[in-house]
């Protein structure tokens, strides 16, 4: 499986354009194709769900053309599509799937429309059968309620009053409107219980209005398209940037001390997801709103508070709390946000499932959610995220990153709607520093290491020691060194603590017994087995933690921490190291031949270097620090002198 591993973070401030909003891209590709005469889309989103509906568009005969700048030209084909028959795949793309089944059912033709799994499990019927009432012919290809949808052309309906629900998601009333021009007579959409997700209706609106549709609207009950309503384009478009995207950043300055300001947003915007803003207010953080930006910072005393909200409002941004309330001083409740139960997973379900990691604790209803924060002297646990093939689990989870390290699984599933986005957001965090100091056995790396650890104040992490209490466990459990599966299981369900200075395997002292030269031996032919550094790459990354890290072993800045602040490459002639390795022994009482070491030492430092999978190198932008002539205190203070250069740069 495919993941990103989140560094532990210690702040985050800057400046962020918006890519274009989702709703509104997918909203005016669909008009702009709908309406008569080329529409020139300025600043569309660029993703997974808008490339589903372009390429449906184009498998519909309509002409759209990529133009520079995230700019395409779309021509209007007034209602009629060239093509009248079409096999459209619309991925996880619940935007574009409901409008297009609205629209082809009251266009004419033949068409099936089909998604992934998961848009087969999310329902469709309340659509079809509004569509139904105005003489739509849909079929459902496999289960009854879901797609695959076969679509044929209507029947002639004179009915002027259609009902549809409004409390299952807003998309189906939004699809509907949108259709209703191509009908050609005035009909009107009386909304049967309480309409969800407002703000996305107002959206459709509000894009229905530019292309020359006014819908007329009474309360949230009923809507009425006039006879005679056609698109017409208005020349250019430009797509404000995305509000449930600028969620996550808002979060990130207000939990990472900030400012952080995200453009392409503000307090002139279509998109109800704005806001957020409003919401982190509620929860104590410093928020600043321009014309086309919003600005968030940290609250005055550093702490934000627990809030029992109602998201009816903001059904996406309200994700982004649920994360946020990890952070919070008391419980978060987060209230109306049933339409979670039929997204691109069941996120209610999921965000309880994976906030439970982190050591929340959450209890969950049908359209509620609510999160108690782990006590502040435990702060969050180390985690794998799942995101369920859902792109806003991956970037809600993405902000505990302030409070632990963190691996996020499938970090692809966030091309749906910001395929940029891990980029974008190490851009403006700052991550825990960390000094790698890799080299050969016995050329001092590991004193050196602790020792400048203990000179900044920062962790230690001797990575050997993982290696060398796998090898200690799987001799424990008779498993041999060669059987990389065996092996692996042992690494990943390692029971190990270093607290206090003291190495514990399973509540045991074995600091002496992974010492030994049988140990050290197995440690190095257990580290060249693929599967065990895979096992322990990200408990290696948990040691990251603040206020920094000092990490020695064969690969810490060539894998392990790549973007180590200082990457120090120590070694020393196999002589120096067999005679300090000869000491080391006969100090402990424990007899040993110079001539035995000189050629363990050799045999590892050919299985180190030569291994398959992260060998033993010098990386190009590490220092080299030869110690055969120098004593431990000179190797340490060269080592600090280039941590402190590196920090007066940065």
């Not at 001390?257 to 803003?277: C, N, T, W």
């Not at 928020?287 to 934000?304: F, M, Q």
């Not at 309200?318 to 994360?323: I, K, P, S």
Request: with cysteine; charged share 25%.
């Amino acid at each position: 499986m495919d993941f990103i591993d989140l560094p532990q973070l210690l702040a985050a401030r800057g400046t962020l354009r918006l890519p274009g909003s989702k709703s509104i891209s997918n909203r005016v590709l669909l008009l702009a194709a709908l309406a008569s005469g080329d529409t020139e889309l300025r600043d569309l989103l660029q993703s997974d769900d808008t490339a589903r509906m372009i390429d449906a568009l184009r498998k519909l005969g309509v002409k759209v053309e990529a133009l520079a700048d995230k700019g395409f030209r779309v021509s209007g084909v007034g209602g009629v599509f060239p093509l009248r028959q079409a096999d459209l795949f619309l991925g996880n793309a619940g935007t574009a799937f409901r409008s297009l089944t609205a629209v082809l059912a009251l266009a004419g033709g033949d068409y099936r429309l089909s998604g992934v799994a998961r848009m087969h499990e999310r329902p469709i019927a309340d659509l079809v059968d509004a569509l139904r009432q105005l003489g739509a012919e849909i079929t459902y290809a496999e289960q009854g309620g879901f797609p695959p949808l076969l679509i044929s052309a209507p029947t002639p309906c004179p009915v002027d009053l259609v009902r549809v629900r409004g409390d299952v998601s807003s998309q189906f009333l939004s699809g509907l409107l949108m259709a209703l021009p191509l009908r050609g007579v005035a009909t009107t959409v009386e909304v049967v219980g309480e309409l969800i997700s407002r703000p996305y209706v107002d959206i459709t609106l509000a894009s229905m209005a530019r292309f020359g549709v006014e819908v007329l609207r009474e309360g949230w009950q009923r809507f009425t398209v006039a006879a005679g309503s056609a698109y017409r384009s208005p020349g250019v478009v430009e797509v404000e940037g995305d509000a449930s995207s600028a969620s996550y950043f808002l979060a990130l300055g207000a939990l990472g001390g900030g400012p952080l300001r995200v453009e392409g947003v503000g307090r002139d915007s279509l998109q109800g997801d704005v806001r957020f803003a409003d919401a982190l207010a509620g929860m104590g953080a410093k928020i600043t709103v321009g014309d086309s930006w919003i600005e968030a910072a940290a609250a005055d005393n550093g702490r934000l508070r627990g809030v029992d909200l109602d998201c009816n409002h903001i059904p996406d941004a309200a994700m982004t709390l649920a994360t946020v309330a990890l952070f919070a001083e008391g419980p978060t409740i987060l209230r109306n946000v049933a339409s979670w139960r039929v997204k691109e997973t069941d996120r209610i379900a999921a965000m309880a499932c994976e906030l439970q990691k982190l050591g929340a604790s959450v209890e969950t209803g049908d359209d509620f959610i609510r999160i108690v924060p782990p006590a502040r002297d435990r702060g969050l646990r180390p985690a794998a995220i799942d995101t369920y093939d859902d792109h806003r689990m991956a970037m809600c989870f993405s902000l505990a990153a302030l409070g632990t390290p963190l691996r996020i699984n499938d970090p692809a599933a966030v091309g749906k709607t910001f395929p940029d986005y891990f980029t974008r957001f190490a851009a403006v965090t700052q991550p825990v520093p960390v000094v790698a100091i890799d080299g050969t056995s016995a050329s001092g790396k590991g004193t050196v290491a602790s020792r400048v650890a203990a000179a900044l104040g920062w962790h230690y992490l001797d990575s050997g020691a993982l290696y060398r209490l796998t090898a200690l466990a799987a001799r424990r459990a008779a498993v041999g060194w060669d059987d990389e599966a065996a092996v692996a299981g042992i690494a990943a369900n390692l029971d190990v603590d270093f607290a206090g200075g003291v190495t514990r395997l399973s509540g045991e002292d074995v600091g002496d017994a992974i010492r030994s030269e049988e140990i050290s031996g197995g440690a190095s032919r257990v580290a060249a087995l693929p599967a065990v550094r895979a096992a322990l790459l990200f408990r290696q990354r948990a040691f990251r933690r603040p206020p920094g890290l000092v990490a020695d072993g064969r690969d810490m800045g060539a894998v392990v921490f790549p973007d180590s602040m200082t990457k120090v490459f120590l070694t020393a002639s196999v002589e120096i190291r067999a005679e300090r390795r000869h000491k080391q022994l006969i100090e402990k009482g424990i007899a040993a031949s110079i001539a035995a070491l000189l050629l363990d030492l050799r045999e590892r430092d050919e299985r180190d270097s030569q291994r398959c999978v992260a060998p033993m190198q010098q990386s190009a932008d590490a220092e080299l620090l030869d110690t055969t002539n120098l004593t431990i205190a000179t190797a340490v203070a060269q080592v600090l002198d280039w941590v402190n250069k590196v920090s007066e740069r940065g």
